[in-house]
């Protein structure tokens, strides 16, 4: 176990909805990624959080949203919601905020848009 | 656009054998290379690394060869056994893009016993 946490581990949305999920980091990691997997794909990268600000984003539209807060945990806000959004979202964390350290992967929630 | 790939979707082993799983990369500003693991309903789990300055790295069973003149990356697995099945991701960084991973699509290993 990696200690980075992840709730909630299943969600049942309908299209147009608003979610927020939410991870915890890994002690001591005061870095975020958020990650999107589509089902027999690798892991897609949506943005990361360093310091409470965006560091960094991937190719994905704004309705993708996000935060950090003081304790590094952070939360995936993704609104209007589509069918494709249907995937795995994984965050990972580190230490190494800009630099390039390892990421620590918690177990992900599994969303389903119908 | 580059990304990284792989060679083989799947792999099927006899327990006990050596493994070996491939992994192509496109961009050559690619300096940091890691390899995960993912079993059903899990996370990526963290196997090993390699920084663009090594060409081999070892850990406990596992060796990363990294071969920067073909843009290509290995996993060697040794002594594979039933608790490594499981897809497994290569992903690469570039260190002024800050910490994003840019992942392949996977390769599915099936240990045999």
């Known amino acids: 176990e990696t200690g980075v946490t992840q709730s909630p581990t299943h969600l049942i949305k309908t299209r147009g909805q608003q979610v927020t999920l939410r991870c915890s980091s890994q002690?001591?990691?005061?870095?975020v990624s958020w990650y999107q997997q589509a089902l027999g794909q690798g892991p897609q990268f949506i943005f990361q959080y360093y310091r409470e600000e965006e560091n960094g984003r991937g190719n994905f539209p704004p309705r993708f949203s996000g935060l950090q807060f003081p304790n590094y945990s952070s939360e995936l806000n993704v609104n209007a919601l589509e069918l494709d959004d249907s995937a795995l979202y994984l965050c990972a964390s580190s230490s190494g905020g800009v630099k390039q350290e390892t990421q620590y992967f918690g177990p992900g929630t599994r969303l389903l848009v119908l | 656009g580059e990304s990284v790939g792989l060679h083989l979707p799947t792999l099927s082993v006899q327990e006990g054998d050596n493994s070996i799983i491939n992994c192509a990369y496109s961009n050559s500003a690619s300096d940091y290379f890691i390899w995960y693991k993912q079993e059903s309903g899990k996370g990526p789990q963290f196997i090993i690394d390699i920084r663009s300055n090594m060409d081999k790295r070892q850990g406990q069973r596992v060796t990363v060869l990294l071969n920067k003149t073909v843009k290509h990356l290995s996993l060697q697995i040794a002594a594979t056994q039933p608790g490594d099945s499981a897809v497994y991701f290569c992903a690469e960084n570039i260190n002024n893009a800050g910490n994003m991973l840019t992942f392949g699509g996977g390769t599915r290993l099936m240990v045999k016993p």
């Open positions: 002690s001591g990691h005061n870095t």
